[in-house]
């Protein structure tokens, strides 16, 4: 079961573009890496999701080295509604849901 | 578009109660879910089902029931409450396994007197 470790917690200024950075060393070969977004009082999002190298949405960009042990979701110019939990993910598509588990995420506080 | 509709959205139950949480998705999706979070924690698995008529336990699915009535409809029972299981319950919904986006509800928060 590849399980993942993130930051418990991140502060940044309004405008600025932070970057999440998520640990998975026991990576396997078929596992994506997914991104959610939790605000509160609703149900986790879907922010986005890669395998490799670098994948960019509208609301993120998601950097995954050659070595895929470790992921960094980047949000460029933050604002104070992106005060949020965040979640990354390893999952095999092909395999069972148990491999996709939610850790306690990162919890990132806007500050104006 | 509805998405994943959960019902219902708050619920205070007495131990020893039971009760059934309801979900539905509009989406046509294979794959339904229903997670757990306590406060200050991350989602954790209590069911899953796969496809209609397939159901599987997940991480903590003691103390829990649940049917895939059908392909839109996926419901958590709980046949006799006790405080260790209040919490709030999220649905979820993709279109296949693993690591295919999920599609959340809004939660049912339940607390167990």
């Known amino acids: 079961l590849a399980k993942t470790t993130q930051p418990i917690s991140m502060d940044s200024y309004e405008g600025q573009e932070v970057n999440i950075t998520c640990s998975h060393n026991?990576?396997?070969?078929?596992?994506?890496i997914t991104w959610y977004q939790q605000f509160p009082s609703q149900g986790p999002r879907f922010i986005i999701q890669g395998y490799k190298t670098k994948v960019t949405n509208e609301v993120a960009s998601l950097f995954i080295p050659a070595d895929r042990k470790s992921s960094t979701l980047s949000l460029p110019r933050v604002s104070l509604s992106d005060t949020a939990v965040y979640y990354c993910l390893v999952g095999d598509e092909f395999g069972g849901y148990q491999k996709v588990t939610f850790g306690t995420g990162t919890k990132l506080q806007v500050i104006p | 578009n509805a998405g994943v509709t959960q019902t219902p959205k708050f619920q205070v139950l007495k131990t020893g109660q039971s009760m059934t949480l309801q979900c539905a998705q509009d989406m046509n999706h294979n794959s339904m879910y229903w997670y757990r979070q306590d406060p200050g924690m991350g989602l954790r698995l209590i069911y899953y089902?796969?496809?209609?008529?397939?159901?599987d336990k997940g991480e903590v699915p003691n103390g829990y029931n649940v049917s895939r009535l059908n392909k839109r409809e996926f419901s958590l029972r709980l046949e006799s409450a006790a405080p260790s299981q209040t919490s709030v319950y999220f649905c979820?919904?993709?279109?296949?396994?693993?690591?295919?986006?999920?599609?959340f509800g809004d939660g049912t928060r339940l607390s167990i007197l």
């Open positions: 979820a919904s993709s279109e296949g396994k693993g690591s295919q986006p999920q599609h």
């Open positions: 089902s796969a496809s209609e008529g397939t159901t």
């Open positions: 026991n990576i396997a070969t078929n596992d994506y």
